[in-house]
């Protein structure tokens, strides 16, 4: 006989004519179901007194708990270290489908259908080393664009809009990354100073879609249409082949710290969710004032029901997760890869084929894990960001001081392999989820226009975000007419794109990106909901060359798996999908050690070759030139290769499908990188 779960079915479910809600508090001594008018948010019509079962589940039924309804509990408990009840204060159920705004700080709970129409839309199920993200801001990404119906721009209904849909199709994208659509809500400090979070980092529920991007008719309607507008958007990139990665923020709370907003959790069993001290201070990990304790059972049993509910009911594809380490601390504090959050959300029957990304650091003791994830996870890799920007952009401002490169072509190498250094064997080069821009930075254009953050409109005197930006602005901050800089910027954008997708492992291009968006030097624009951080849809000359050579890398990507490993190749064996490379100095000779080490070696080549499962072959030879300096290669002479056709180079000549034999010259005007088909 198998056991009945004691967590079953928390929230609002129904059973014929009446709803029935189940409300987890272990510490509290009553538990009280509000149920309000429907005209009037603050008119409660009904109180339902909850039952407390064995396992601290309590629970109650009411005809009137149906679609639509909105409601909330209030929670009475002990006082002392660690509980902060207040009866007096109406909660949200931490498990609602919907949520209604019912003042500046006041929410409630609402009852939602969750029937939809899906159609024969389905998961595209795209394979992880075919997949391309495309981070995205819902708001940003289309508030700006004129061939969307202006009351589309910023919703999930504009995101969906065909034109918006075909961009990301022509472009190459298979998966976009939505920065957080869980609804949330600004710090009480943004409200303070007149602004507000736009990123949306600031959790309020982990069940309910944001509901301010619903389009106005939706919004007006109230959280079902809302509910919806989501699921269609879903339905309708799917029907494209365009699969759905939300970033969810499971890490911490909107309540903030102590004495901070009381909306769910903390009113509801404080000593529960959040990690403490012995005597009730918050153990904060994530620098927002709480973090959840994943040491405790019903924490992560909420994130297993949260993800599943999205993954199924809403039809995600997968999750990105904020500041992941802090998922996977125990009881002690420390980062366990094998913490059984970490392990669940992988093992799960019913996430299998669900991409799991993890943001592989957190601000705690020990708080940088990348490559420490378990296997089956994905993470953001900043050590392939760093590095890629250092050899294209620090490592070429020191040239120009009269300093030595601190950097080689080895560390480059390394990202372009598919970051061996960084991941165990066994996990592979999809591991690694490369990127050279994020939300949180400098855009690409802005990493060659900037030297320094310039983030003063944020409100915080420019204290906030990175100092260590590893950019180069060519020699002029910000703006400029200079012809020689510009050029040397537009370059240097080419070469961050093309090495990102060139590069072994599953690339990563930030909203705007692929045409030069600029936030003017704001690398930390969080709370910005403006035409700074809207991606403009009206582009100059080079911002449309720019596009088109994100388009050409995309589908030389796709034509040649030999960029796209799924294994790392294995010294003396054969590998399927694995990318055999052979590396060669610009004589055409095999790499020695001191040409990995020494930072003078700015100049390699490699062909990088992969057999699939059925036996096809794909070789390509990609040859890099990281100093301002013509670099002249001998094209290397390898085993079954009778010449090279180059593909793209991001110098600026028109040589592009010309055929090249082995151990003749080619030279490459850096910094620059090319590609050849090798056959």
Known sequence: ??????????????????????IWSGTADAVELCLFDSADPNWITSRVPLARDEHGVWSGSSPLLGPGRRYGVR???????GNVFDPSTVLLDPYARGISRTGPNTWQSVVMDDSFDWGDSRKPNIPLE?????????????????RVPEHLRGTYAGLANEHTIQHLVDLGITAVELLPVHAFTSERRLVGQGLRNYWGYNTLSYFAPHPAYASTGNLKAGPQAA???????????????????????YNHTAEEGIGGPRSSFRGIDNASYYRQAAAGEYVDTTGCGNTLDYSQDVPIRMVLDSVRYWANEMQVDGFRFDLAVALGRDARGFYD???????????????????????????????????????????WNDRYRDGVRDFWLSDVAAARRGEQAPGSAGRLASALAGSADVF?????????????????????????????????????????????????????EGDTRSPRVLADRRRAMRNLMGTLLLSAGVPMITAGDEHGRSQRGNNNAYNQDSELTWVSWQHSAWQRELLEVTRRLLRLRRENPALRPSRYARDGAHTPNAAEMSWYSP????????????????????????????????????????????CSVVLPEHEGVSGYTLLWTSADDTAEGT??????EYALAGPAIALFRAH
């Open 75 to 81: 929670v009475a408990g002990p006082s002392g270290p």
């Open 227 to 249: 509910l919806h507008e989501f699921k269609g958007m879903v339905k309708l990139l799917h029907q494209a082949g365009i699969e759905v990665i939300l970033d969810v923020v």
């Open 659 to 664: 055929d090249h034999a082995p151990l003749t």
């Open 587 to 630: 004589a055409g000779a095999s790499m020695t050690s001191r040409d990995w080490h020494a930072p003078d070696t700015r100049c390699i080549q490699y062909i990088s070759a992969s057999t699939s499962e059925t036996g096809e072959l794909s070789r390509v030879l990609i040859v890099v030139n990281g100093g301002e300096q013509d």
């Open 424 to 476: 165990a064997n066994e996990r592979g080069p999809l591991a690694s989820v490369n990127f050279i821009t994020a939300h949180d930075g400098f855009t690409l254009h802005d990493l060659t226009a900037y030297d320094a953050k310039h983030n003063t409109g944020n409100g915080e005197q420019n204290r906030d975000g990175s100092d260590n930006n590893h950019s180069f602005n060519f020699g002029v």
């Open 1 to 22: 006989m198998t056991p009945v779960d004691p967590l079953h079915d928390l929230g609002v479910t129904r059973t014929g004519d009446r709803g029935t809600i189940r």
């Open 130 to 146: 075919s997949t391309v993200v495309y981070e995205a801001h819902v708001r940003g990404l289309t508030k700006r664009n004129p």
């Open 337 to 379: 890869p094998d913490h059984p959050l970490l392990l669940a959300l992988r093992d799960d029957p019913a996430l299998q084929g669900v991409k799991l990304i993890a943001e592989p650091w957190d601000i705690g003791p020990d708080g940088w894990q990348t490559g420490n994830f378990p296997s089956g996870w994905s993470e």
